[in-house]
């Protein structure tokens, strides 16, 4: 039982480029979500899925999409990479009626 | 205002000492209140939740909740080096759709000296 798996571990962007932030767990989960966690800010909820197919935003969703087609994947994409987006990404995931959140390793994205 | 508050510390112990951390909430809706810990480039972890106002004691750790004041307190007796960490308040509540809302603190950042 892997829990929430998360790749890359690190990654260097330049502004502008885009990428995907992989997001994984084997749980069976029903919910999962994209946080960020900066300096003095806390974590800040980016985007939320229910289930399969169902996707919605958290409090920071600017530049950042999500999909999620499968119940164990929860990929982020950066469309358009902007210094701002420089951070720490948690993935985590529970059981919709639970408050107990299983978090991944995270990613940390610098972006130039 | 943000719903949860939390002073970031830094807050420096000796070790053996008893640690406070505390949180301040305004959403009178919050039922679920927990304690994430976070070690360095680690991802949080839950380390105890409780439902109800009062006390829950797990080992050296005990979480207090006092929904009258909207106020959470862990304390940690016994402080350990290990127990170095940023810990970081957590409450929820029933969202639109039957789901629980999670909003998490800023996290305080403890260090246990030996």
């Known amino acids: 039982n892997a829990g929430v798996t998360q790749t890359p571990k690190f990654q260097v962007l330049k502004t502008g480029q885009s990428m995907t932030l992989q997001c994984a767990q084997d749980?069976?989960?029903?919910?999962m979500s994209w946080y960020r966690q900066d300096p003095g800010m806390g974590l800040r909820l980016i985007h939320y899925?229910?289930?399969?197919?169902?996707?919605d935003q958290g409090e920071v969703p600017n530049g950042y999409n999500v999909s999620r087609s499968t119940t164990e994947d929860f990929p982020l994409r950066l469309l358009s990479a902007a210094p701002s987006q420089t951070s720490v990404y948690f993935c985590?995931?529970?059981?919709?009626?639970?408050?107990?959140?299983?978090f991944g390793p995270g990613t940390r994205l610098t972006v130039t | 205002q943000k719903e949860v508050e939390q002073d970031p510390g830094p807050l420096s112990v000796p070790e053996g000492a008893i640690v406070s951390l505390n949180c301040t909430y305004s959403?009178?809706?919050?039922?679920?209140f927990m304690w994430y810990r976070q070690y360095s480039r680690k991802g949080p972890e839950l380390l105890m939740y409780?439902?109800s106002s009062g006390n829950k004691e797990d080992g050296r750790f005990t979480a207090q909740v006092d929904k009258s004041s909207k106020y959470i307190s862990l304390f940690i007796r016994d402080s350990q080096p290990s127990d170095s960490a940023t810990y970081l308040c957590?409450?929820?509540?029933w969202g639109s759709g039957g789901y629980q809302k999670v909003t998490f603190g800023t996290g305080t950042k403890l260090q246990v000296i030996p």
């Open positions: 959403n009178s809706a919050f039922q679920y």
């Open positions: 409780t439902y």
């Open positions: 899925s229910v289930g399969a197919g169902i996707t």
């Open positions: 985590a995931s529970r059981n919709g009626q639970s408050y107990e959140q299983y």
């Open positions: 749980m069976n989960h029903e919910y």
């Open positions: 957590a409450m929820s509540a």
